[in-house]
Each structure stands twice: as C-alpha cells, then as structure tokens.
C-alpha cells in the first residue's frame, strides 16, 4: 500500500506559505538531493502538535532528472493559454515547491525559513507567498470556496494516482496565482455576482436548472467525461494585500488531463464557444504543474547513494 503525502489532505489550516523554486541545468544535483533529504526530514522533526504540515512537489523537467527512470503518464510542462477576449493563462513552470500549511503564522513561516535555508544557493527562489483563510473558508469575491470538494475516500480518488499506474499514490498538481479586480466584480448586484460563481454567496447553494447559467464559474468547472465526473481536490487560499490580492489556486488530481479540460473550458477555448465570465474579474499570472510524490517514491529517490 503507497502512502500518499498526508499534508495533502490535513484541512482546516488557517495559514499556508508557498515557495517556489526554480532549478539550474548545471546545479549540483548531489547537493540538491541532500537538502532536499534535510527538508524533508526538518517536516518529519517538527512536533507533531505544533501543526506545520508540508506538502513537496516537483515540476516535470527536474523529476526527470530525479527519477530518470519513471515514466508518469503525461507529465509535462504546463502550457500557456491563450483565452476568448485577451484572457490568458501564463506558463511560469518551476521546479520546486512547497506548500506550507499550518495553525499559526509565526510556526508557519518557521517552516517556510528553514525550508528556505536548506535550499538556498542550490535552488532560486522564484516565488514566495503566504495565504491565509478568509472567513468561512471564503474567496475574496465573498464566496465560498470548496464546498464542491471531494471528501474523504472520494478526495483521495481525485488527488491520486490509482494503483497500476506508474507515480502510484503520488497527486499531480497545478498551481496558478490569480490576481482578483473586486472593484470590477464589487459593482454587480449580489444576483449577478451568483450568476458568475454558480453558487448562492450566503450559504454556497448551487443554482438549479434555468437559474445556472452556462457560462458560470460552476458550469465550467464541473465537468463529466464518458459519464465520469473529472473530479480534482482543491486546496486553494486567498492571499495578498490591500492593493494587490487574490486566490493561490492549488490543486491535486490523479491525472493532469483533467485540469487541461477545465482550463480550456474557463478560458473559452474548448470549442463549444463559452467562456468563464470569471476570467473577467480575475487574471491568472502564473501557472505551473507539479507531482507531488507518494511517501514511498520520496524514500526512494532521496535514499543515500
Ligand atoms: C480566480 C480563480 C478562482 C476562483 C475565485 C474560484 C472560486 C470557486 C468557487 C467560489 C467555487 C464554488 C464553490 C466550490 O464548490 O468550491 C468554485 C468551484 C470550482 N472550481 Fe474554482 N475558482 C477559481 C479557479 C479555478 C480553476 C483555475 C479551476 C480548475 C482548473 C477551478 C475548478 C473548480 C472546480 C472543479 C469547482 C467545483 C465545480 C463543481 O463540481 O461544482 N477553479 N471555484
């Protein structure tokens, strides 16, 4: 039985920390490893009461380079999107990165230093970010954000790889940094704005039949294949300032395809000829894929030589 990493699925946390890391061809691989291994046993030595979880997840090009000989279906960079009325989804592909979630700010970016500390002059930090729970696990447009979201055995089969498949109980990942305009979304009447979402914004109930509009937020996103409903879990957290804010997206699934297919159906280019009226009061800025490895692959990979 693969063990998945646990953080993945630990809820509730009112701080998160992201770092995202990119990696030279020429860096010292041997020394990466090891601060790599130190990192990670740093999470295993936190106490497990002082809550600090921490999830690592590698892009495609340096798990090639870590684990030449595994062949995970369809791992590849993420690919810009050029979206309906100038929309887009950049690619910003990185190499590392670390998910830091936990109770308390200041335990958290205790995490996130000496995360920082391990890796430095071995990796670049190319992002660094804190996100936090805003009310009843709400957006910063006001609405609840994961209430559709699998549970329990049923997150599990949307976040990972199912046995058979090489990567077994590691998750695939996307990460996008979308930067909200809440002016533009704050004018619309409380109806409209539930016209985008798909959802009511006291108590997050879907709109029924006639009311949900084909191009809400929902209407894009919850999406059936074949009859298979193509489920991800969601771990995303608002994150920013006054001037600047907006949502770290964060999700895992078993398979990339299945984020390909909402992508192209929020950004208008899945053929059917609708959009994500989301898309137009809030801009993604970066977009990376990541694979979040099982226990047992990290053991692996990182042994000593
Ligand atoms: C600005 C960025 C985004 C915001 C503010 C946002 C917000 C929301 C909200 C409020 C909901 C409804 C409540 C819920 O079920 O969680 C929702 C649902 C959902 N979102 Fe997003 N989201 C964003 C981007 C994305 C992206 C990039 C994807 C996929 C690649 C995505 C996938 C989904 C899915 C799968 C659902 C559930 C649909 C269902 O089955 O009902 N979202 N999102």
Not at 54 to 69: E, H, S
């Amino acid at each position: 039985m693969t063990r998945p990493q646990p953080a993945i699925f630990i809820d509730g946390s009112a701080h998160h920390h992201y770092l995202e890391y990119n990696v030279g061809t020429g860096a010292d691989m041997a020394a990466l490893k090891r601060a790599i291994v130190k990192t990670l046993s740093a999470a295993e030595t936190v106490p497990a009461d002082s809550g600090v979880n921490m999830v690592v997840a590698f892009g495609p090009a340096l798990w090639a380079r870590l684990d030449p000989g595994g062949d995970l279906k369809g791992f590849s960079p993420f690919q810009r999107i050029s979206g309906v009325d100038g929309r887009e989804a950049p690619a910003t592909q990185r190499d590392i990165l670390i998910w830091l979630h936990g109770a308390r700010l200041d335990e958290t970016f205790d995490g996130a230093l000496t995360v920082q500390r391990r890796l430095a002059g071995l990796a670049e930090l190319a992002f660094d970010e804190r996100g936090f729970t805003y009310h009843d696990s709400r957006d910063l447009t006001g609405f609840v954000d994961g209430s559709a979201n699998p549970k329990d055995e049923a997150a599990r089969e949307a976040a990972l790889i199912p046995d058979g498949q090489p990567g077994v109980g590691g998750a695939f990942v996307l990460t996008q940094r979308w930067v909200h305009d809440l002016d533009a979304f704050s004018v619309l009447s409380e109806t409209e704005q539930e016209r985008v979402i798909g959802r009511t914004k006291p108590d997050s109930v879907e709109l029924e039949g006639d009311a949900m509009p084909p191009d809400s937020h929902v209407s894009r996103t919850d999406v059936k294949e074949d009859g298979v409903a193509l489920k991800i879990y969601r771990r995303s957290a608002p994150y920013g300032l006054a001037g600047e804010h907006g949502l770290y997206f964060l999700a895992f699934s078993c398979d990339l395809h299945r984020f390909d297919v909402q992508l192209k159906r929020m950004f208008g280019v899945a053929g059917d000829g609708q959009h994500d009226r989301l898309i137009a009061f809030s801009q993604a800025v970066s977009g990376s894929y990541w694979l979040a490895p099982s226990l047992d692959d990290l053991e692996r990979v990182f042994a000593a030589d």
